[in-house]
């Protein structure tokens, strides 16, 4: 049997329709992307803010890796199209499935306290023919009385993994989070790796560029005692190499 074909209604779900319209402001959408832009300039990640209700996106930041050579323009008047023309058909089931399983999830969360929350995964883009697994990081911003989503805020990053999936809904503060598992269709109890000051002084000067040895005259320790930092940093991320580790820590708000 063939797969079936992904359409744009497949990634908007009765769990979420807005059914107040009267309540939405578009007067106030432009502090939201001023706010958006001005985030944008200040990193590498890229930065959308998804409408529910009209089923499109209020703004693209100009960052290329993940426009596909689009331009903010055109990714906006693809909206939603962008996923079905970009996204492998096999991780378009992917995103359909996340999707439902979030919101199914969302239901689940008093309304005062969505907005709390964010869920993130990994999936590929196919950029010029080539596929990039990038990480979507995506929160409310905006609800309806209900706590239907009217506005969310997605920031795109390069994935820190190997293979798409990794869906997770962390809350912000908490070192706990949950894991949804597409087998038993299940949503699982982790909790997030802690790093000692000294593994969060080696990523951060890591990031700085500074080499293995800069790093321990900085800290006053031998690049021996560099490497088993790094090394303890490896294992607790999962990761292969600082690269990984640097995205990981980032992405999750480690330092």
């Known amino acids: 049997m063939m797969p079936l074909q992904s359409n744009i209604d497949d990634f908007f779900i009765p769990d979420n329709e807005v059914k107040l319209p009267e309540e939405l402001n578009y007067s106030s959408v432009g502090e939201y992307i001023r706010s958006a832009e001005a985030f944008s300039r200040s990193t590498y990640q890229s930065v959308y803010i998804i409408d529910y209700f009209k089923r499109n996106f209020l703004y693209v930041s100009p960052n290329p890796m993940f426009l596909c050579g689009l331009s903010p323009e055109q990714m906006m008047k693809l909206g939603y199209r962008f996923y079905l023309e970009y996204v492998p058909k096999d991780e378009q089931a992917l995103l359909i499935d996340l999707n439902r399983a979030g919101f199914a999830f969302q239901s689940t969360i008093p309304v005062d306290e969505r907005k709390d929350w964010y869920i993130q995964y990994d999936f590929h883009i196919i950029n010029n023919g080539h596929p990039i697994l990038i990480n979507h990081k995506l929160t409310p911003i905006a609800l309806t009385s209900d706590g ?51 593994e969060k002084t080696v990523i951060t000067l890591s990031i700085q560029g500074y080499t293995i040895t800069e790093i321990g005259d900085r800290m006053y320790l031998s690049p021996e005692t560099i490497k088993k930092y790094r090394k303890q940093i490896f294992e607790k991320l999962e990761v292969r190499n600082i690269t990984e580790a640097i995205i990981a820590a980032t992405n999750n708000k480690m330092i």
Not at 170 to 197: A, I, K, Q
């Open 148 to 198: 239907r989503i009217w506005l969310a805020l997605c920031v795109v990053s390069l994935s820190n993994h190997t293979t798409p999936g990794h869906i997770e809904i962390h809350r912000v503060g908490s070192p706990n989070f949950f894991e949804y598992n597409r087998l038993t269709r299940r949503w699982d109890r982790r909790s997030m790796p802690v790093l000692t000051d000294g």
